[in-house]
Structure formats: C-alpha cells, structure tokens
C-alpha cells in the first residue's frame, strides 16, 4: 500500500508542477515524452512504458501530435509499423518540462543525502527486479 500510495502522490505532484510550469500534460503524457527524448519508439514500447493499453497509448500520441509534440515516422525496418519521435518543439517543450520532474523528485527526496538516494534507488530496484522475475 505504501508504495501505491507514493505513486499516487508522485504522479499528483508532476501534474501539478507541470500545471503551474504552463504545460497541460497528465503524468502518462509526461512519461512518454521523457522515453522519447532518449529516441523513438514505437506505439506497443511506449504504452508499455505508460502503463496503458495500445488503444489508450493511440490516443494519447493523437493529442501530442495534434500539438505539434511528437510525430509518427515509417518504421523503416517494418512497413507495417510506425516510429514515434519528438518534434523540435516537443525537444523543446521536454527540455522544460524535464525541470519538473527533476523539482518533484527533489521534494519526494527532500532530507535525504546522496547515500541515502543511492540507497533508496537500489532497494527499490532490486524489489522490482525480484517481483519481475520468472520465479516471483
């Protein structure tokens, strides 16, 4: 419960940050754009990414190319798929929307020290890893 519970108050936190930063983006917006900012990807990758059904994920790049944020390329390996990357004015709108993000998880670590942080990120890992695997 404690972790639904810090999600639950992360993904409110992000959103409100990026509310009072000027950009209407909810948390699944938020995630896709930080994936993409390390490259293209493809719709199935990114809902995965996001937690949300392809149909969902469809949606949700709809909107952001609808606002010039992203765009969809022809995968040139597959005919039949599509590449999603940012647009120069979706680089430009993840470079200040990173800044958020980097602001929350400043305050969700806020009287931490750098060991510590070092300490949490591993833990949490290393859970994650553990329910990950085949023998969970």
Known sequence: MLLREIRAAFW????SE???AGHHLNFSQFITLKHLAEGTASVTDLAGIAQLNPGA???LLDKLEQRGIVARVADPTDRRALRIHLTEAGIATWNEINHCGQ????RATRGMDDADR???TRLLTQVRDNLSSPES
Request: proline residues 0%; positive net charge; aromatic residues 0%.
């Open 118 to 120: 070092d300490t949490l």
């Open 12 to 15: 409110t936190q992000m959103e």
């Open 18 to 20: 990026l509310r009072a």
């Open 57 to 59: 994920m469809t949606r």
């Open 103 to 106: 602001r929350v998880r400043e």
